[in-house]
């Protein structure tokens, strides 16, 4: 073999080394980065649409945020001015929930949350599509993925009297369970039992 | 492409196809072979499990969790590829791939470089002889190969086995270098002897011997508590352990059955003179109880009631993490182990266990476990943030998302239910059961218990059998895990389940 020929097969070698890392470092990509969708930008564009199509008169809005400690769902009442749809009222529910307690309170949803899509049926069950980000930052756990659950549907349906129950829905599917516990196969409906009864 | 063709092929297509070969061994090239197992820290005090990882050839600790345990972390500063941890006062550097770690001023050589594992800053084993009495200023005994390391005035026992032949059996000897207690326990077809809380360090881990009765002696302390497993080499053998000498010898008897001595096992074991009878006495197993050696002639007995016990997670789902790196799947499969083993001590109960290991299973598998066993009660673990109290526990039974949605007349219990929402035809004696554990939990001191609360948990919708999940706290990122760890804490745990467990059998 000419010298010329054993050059051009080292370079040849050192190419397809490259090649081969380049190729495994693309599949790593391709398998472990979620792209984003340019869809959650718009889906962004929606909630602040909710939240400026506010004409109604200012009220009180009750929502509830998880203690710190109890295991229970503690109410905290803000004003409010409500969209003219229902659907965009849950949305506005939603979006206050996101947005954190203004108390000494814990936060039922990581503020990574996009509130996807918001449907009502006729029978009164309001379907709520989140993000896969909503126990971001929050550790599993059944007390945890129960204050969570009844954290929007207590507030929901106090706040919305024609929403008799809630369907949660992650990322437009139907899930067996939040993290690992607590059932989204089924509409819930509310439980005032997690709700923190005040001190005697 | 066949040999011969591959050898006729010269020049750029050979070079082309061996480059093609090495590129493809490149790309699909495991980058590490990951492998979970125990490792046990003794102190004079205390005794901490912490799950050792196997990467290639070599076990790896997480250096927090092993320094948290020592001392004290004063803080850590965490770049790309370093991080720089206060022990006290004493700073420490690790960079990944670096096998020099800086502790203070001084640099120390490992034999294999620190790295970073699911997050988590990992050490060699090296790590414990080669820098941790640097820190500690204690004497570090690590004996090499083994997955126990002594820290401090530990000095732990030791024995030497010899075994004998009987007529009509096989004798071991077990001779200890100081006093030990025993606990026997008979389980899928070995025997279990527990040798109480003090440390002890085998010669050997495996002792096997060519003996028509005696397979094999095995040391196992890899859940912390460190016990002697022995194997027979047939079904059907009877076992009469006797701790003689004040404590400092076990004889160890394995006998084939005779009519009459099959009988007499139950009351009266064979023992030397002075013996001290050990805590319990399995003699004969029942028969019957899978995890029993059936002895041949013993009159048939009643099938125990069945005990379903479920490792909230495991496998692929770690669960919760708390700050010094412990996962919920291993503090689960650590509190299941304790409270399986106090409840088979009873001799009142059948266990299964719903996953065994480091395994995946679902909710149906689990379930399917349960339900087949035909159990009287089903418990499943969990840790979680349950607030700033640690530790806290939290009982849940299930109460479905929303009421049941059969026939709106009728006030009867629906007629059909779903197999898989089954548990709605146990949800009081669920009730009744998380309340007698909640009554029970409360008498451990510096223990915030929280009354039962029913929620939608999967894993209890499909129990055909009452249900409770119990949840531990307080494991989360922003705090370590010590309390829920701490063996007295989980044997405390397994002690309030087994009494809870017999007052509901009557008494047994």
């Excluded at chain 2, 007349?409 to 089954?422: G, L, R």
């Excluded at chain 2, 531990?472 to 895990?481: C, K, M, Y």
Aim: net charge neutral.
């Amino acid at each position: 073999m000419s010298r010329r020929a054993k050059v051009l097969l080292v370079i040849l070698l050192a190419v397809l080394a490259a090649g081969a890392f380049y190729l495994r470092a693309l599949s790593r990509r391709i398998f472990f980065e979620v792209p984003r969708h340019a869809e959650e930008a718009a889906r962004a564009r929606l909630n602040e649409v909710a939240l400026q199509s506010r004409t109604g008169p200012s009220q009180t809005a009750t929502l509830y945020f998880p203690s710190l400690g109890s295991g229970k769902l503690v109410p905290e009442t803000r004003p409010i001015t409500w969209a003219e749809t229902d659907p965009d009222k849950v949305r506005q529910i939603l979006l206050a929930l996101i947005e954190g307690p203004h108390q000494n309170l814990a936060r039922p949803l990581s503020t990574a949350t996009n509130v996807r899509a918001v449907f009502l049926a006729n029978d009164g069950t309001a379907y709520v599509d989140l993000s896969n980000e909503v126990l971001n930052g929050l550790t599993p756990g059944i007390e945890t993925e129960s204050l969570t659950v009844y954290s929007i549907v207590n507030s929901i349906t106090a706040n919305i009297p024609a929403v008799k129950r809630v369907r949660i829905l992650i990322q437009g599917q139907e899930v067996e369970t939040l993290d690992g516990h607590v059932d989204l196969t089924e509409a819930f409906v509310p439980d005032p039992s997690y709700i923190e009864t005040a001190a005697p | 492409m066949s040999l011969p063709s591959l050898r006729n092929l010269h020049g750029p297509g050979r070079v082309l196809l061996l480059g093609l070969l090495l590129g493809m061994t490149i790309l699909f090239w495991p980058t590490r072979e990951l492998r979970s197992d125990n490792f046990v820290f003794y102190f004079p005090d205390k005794r901490q499990v912490i799950p050792v990882q196997m990467i290639g050839q070599t076990k790896y600790l997480p250096i927090l969790t092993i320094l948290n345990m020592v001392g004290k972390v004063g803080g850590l500063q965490e770049k790309r590829d370093s991080v720089k941890v206060w022990f006290g006062e004493t700073p420490l550097e690790f960079k990944v791939k670096d096998r020099t770690v800086r502790v203070d001023k001084a640099r120390v050589k490992l034999a294999n470089p620190p790295l970073v594992s699911n997050g988590q800053w990992m050490v060699p084993v090296e790590f414990l002889t080669a820098v941790l009495p640097r820190l500690t200023n204690q004497v570090v005994e690590y004996p090499l190969g083994s997955n126990r390391v002594f820290i401090g005035d530990v000095k732990p026992t030791s024995f030497t086995v010899r075994l004998d032949q009987l007529p009509e059996g096989a004798r071991l000897t077990l001779q200890f270098t100081d006093k030990v207690t025993i606990r026997t326990v008979a389980t899928n077809g070995k025997w279990v002897m527990f040798l109480g809380e003090r440390p002890v360090e085998p010669l050997e881990p495996t002792y096997s011997f060519k003996d028509p009765y005696v397979k094999e002696l095995h040391f196992d302390d890899q859940d912390g508590l460190p016990k002697l497993i022995l194997q027979p080499t047939s079904t059907g053998l009877n076992f009469y352990p006797a701790l003689v000498e004040g404590g400092k010898v076990l004889l160890a008897d394995v006998l084939k059955p005779t009519p009459s001595a099959a009988q007499q096992a139950q009351s009266a074991p064979p023992a030397a003179p002075g013996a001290t009878p050990p805590t319990t006495q399995p003699g004969a197993p029942q028969t019957g109880a899978p995890g029993s050696i059936p002895s041949a002639p013993s009159p048939p007995s009643p099938p125990l009631p069945v005990v379903v016990l479920d490792p909230g997670h495991g496998g692929s789902d770690n669960g919760a993490r708390a700050r010094d790196g412990v996962l919920e799947k291993d503090l689960d499969a650590q509190v299941v182990a304790r409270v399986r083993l106090a409840l088979l001590a009873t001799q009142k109960f059948r266990i299964v266990l719903t996953r065994t290991g480091d395994v995946t299973t679902s909710f149906e598998q689990r379930s399917q476990a349960a339900n087949e066993a035909n159990a009287v009660c089903f418990l499943t673990f969990h840790a979680g943030d349950l607030g700033p109290d640690s530790p806290q526990i939290a009982l849940y039974t299930y109460a479905p998302p929303s009421p049941f949605s059969g026939p709106p007349n009728s006030s009867m219990p629906p007629a059909f239910i779903p197999w898989d929402n089954i548990q709605r035809l146990h949800i009081d004696s669920s009730r009744n059961l998380a309340t007698s554990l909640q009554q029970q939990f409360m008498q451990i001191a510096g223990v915030k218990v929280d009354p039962p609360q029913g929620a939608p948990v999967r894993a209890l919708r499909s129990i055909n059998a009452p249900a409770v999940a119990i949840e531990l706290g307080r494991l989360a990122p922003e705090v370590n895990s010590a309390p829920l760890t701490s063996s007295d804490f989980q044997q405390l745990i397994a002690s309030a389940v087994t009494r809870v467990l017999i007052n509901l059998r009557g008494g047994g």
